[in-house]
């Protein structure tokens, strides 16, 4: 059962007199009334077809907004994975000052910028070691050394020179010296974030166990 909230707000006289119900109860009625209005407001506004033009017929909407639904879902998902798998690329470099910084609110753009400045020079909340290490994964596109991680890096992101589907999540534009880079839209980089954190969780996790495990052998 959840506690009754108690709260000591400021309202304007004719404000409360327009809002206030002839047959109100008294003020905590009329809060309680009021914010019920607004959850149910809230909670329409996050239906299906919230915005459609002539809300008394939505049915005549609904087999082409489902269709559009179905492959708007299929498109989201593909810019999620190429996130994930690249978030799987850069996890190795975090440190345990990054474990932190991941579930922060400015993760996303952090990531964002580290990625467009090639791992360098960017201003975030990531260690340096972080972004050095996304440095070194970036740089295999300029290496012929590693062909399978060239390769599996133009499958997540694309690469200069070539247009890239809508579906990849990236963009690629040049920075102001020129150079071509990954712009991340910001579905791919919730993919990536959410790839860091499964890493550092499962790190953790085993990390945890493994302790355990050595404690009990050493009694």
């Given amino acids: ?7 000591t707000v400021s309202v304007p006289d004719d404000l ?4 206030s119900p002839d047959d109100s109860r008294g003020p905590s009625d009329t809060v309680q009334r009021g914010l019920r209005a607004l959850a149910d407001q809230l909670r329409a506004s ?10 008394s017929n939505l049915e005549r909407y609904q087999p082409m ?24 690329l850069l996890a190795p470099g975090l440190t345990p000052d990054d474990f932190e910084v991941i579930d922060r609110q400015g993760a996303r753009t952090g990531i964002q910028e580290i990625v467009w400045e090639w791992g360098i020079d960017g201003v975030s909340d990531f260690s340096s070691e972080f972004a050095l290490h996304v440095n070194q994964v970036l740089e295999v596109f ?6 399978d ?13 070539i247009e890239v589907e809508v579906w990849t999540g990236v963009v690629w534009a040049q920075d102001l010296e ?3 880079t990954p712009r991340l839209s910001d579905t791919f980089a919730d993919g990536v974030l959410a790839a860091l954190r499964d890493v550092r969780d499962e790190a953790t996790r085993r990390r945890m ?4 495990a050595r404690d009990t052998e050493g009694k």
Avoid: I
């Avoid at 409360?16 to 809002?19: D, L, Q, R, V």
């Avoid at 996050?46 to 809300?55: F, G, T």
């Avoid at 489902?66 to 690249?86: P, S, W």
């Fill in 46 to 55: 996050k239906r299906p077809l919230a915005n459609a033009p002539d809300q």
């Fill in 1 to 7: 059962m959840v506690a009754d909230m108690k709260v």
């Fill in 142 to 147: 300029n290496s012929d050394k590693d062909r």
């Fill in 149 to 161: 991680g060239r390769d599996l890096l133009e499958d997540v992101l694309g690469t200069e020179g």
């Fill in 209 to 212: 166990t493994s302790d355990r």
């Fill in 16 to 19: 409360w007199a327009e809002a």
């Fill in 178 to 180: 020129g150079k071509e």
């Fill in 65 to 88: 907004f489902d269709q559009a639904v179905e492959t708007t879902a299929g498109l989201v998902g593909d810019v999620l994975d190429n996130g994930y798998r690249f978030g799987l």
